[in-house]
């Protein structure tokens, strides 16, 4: 079955740095989208990032462009999201996901920016 599995998350300062991991199993990563989005408290799921895998295509939302980057690792089948400049409205619990709406997607890890 689809596994998801994140870690990296973190508590940082404004300004800060993480970078979150993502090893997918259970199907076919060559070639497919693959997706971080995020859940802020009280909010829904906010789609964050695309990569495809095959060609390394990339997408970002306004919310991070120039600030985070998407990668990805074949061989390991890991996707990886470096978040530079971290905001407090970044704060959010992160998820890999096989889609944009985070429908299947992993247990997540928690991302907490405050001074």
């Known amino acids: 079955q689809v596994q998801l599995v994140e870690s990296g998350g973190g508590s940082v300062q404004p300004g800060g740095s993480l970078r979150l991991s993502c090893v997918a199993s259970?199907?076919?990563?060559?070639?497919?989208?693959m997706y971080w989005v995020r859940q802020a408290p009280g909010r829904g799921i906010e789609w964050v990032s695309s990569?495809?895998?095959?060609?390394?295509?990339?997408v970002y939302a306004d919310a991070v462009k120039g600030r985070f980057t998407i990668s990805r690792d074949n061989a390991r089948k890991t996707i990886y999201l470096q978040m530079n400049g971290l905001r407090p409205e970044d704060t959010a619990l992160y998820y890999c996901?096989?889609?944009?709406?985070?429908?299947?997607r992993g247990q997540g890890t928690q991302v907490t920016v405050s001074a």
């Open positions: 996901a096989r889609d944009a709406r985070g429908t299947t």
């Open positions: 259970g199907f076919t990563f060559n070639n497919v989208w």
């Open positions: 990569i495809r895998t095959g060609n390394g295509m990339t």
